[in-house]
């Protein structure tokens, strides 16, 4: 199953309308991505998350932000 493949959820007569005049008939694709930053003071200033990619992938080895797609 794709994101494609999901059905649209049903909704109260009162807002099908409303619903139709500001969606298309087809879903977006464009991929999306959410990173989480997190950070903390400490007696040495504030630290901010990382983590570093690992193994056979794109950007092994570089620092990035906690994220999920």
């Known amino acids: ?3 494609s493949d999901v059905p ?3 909704l ?3 807002q099908e309308t409303l619903f139709a005049a500001v ?3 087809t879903r977006h694709t464009e991929p999306l991505d959410v990173h989480l930053i997190l950070r ?3 007696a040495d200033g504030p630290e ?3 983590s570093r990619r690992a193994g056979p992938v ?3 080895g570089l620092w ?4 999920v797609h």
């Open 40 to 42: 903390r003071d400490t």
């Open 12 to 14: 109260p007569p009162e």
């Open 58 to 60: 794109y950007a092994a």
């Open 64 to 67: 990035h932000l906690p994220s």
């Open 48 to 50: 901010v998350l990382l």
């Open 23 to 25: 969606s298309s008939a």
């Open 1 to 3: 199953m794709t994101y």
């Open 8 to 10: 649209f959820p049903s």
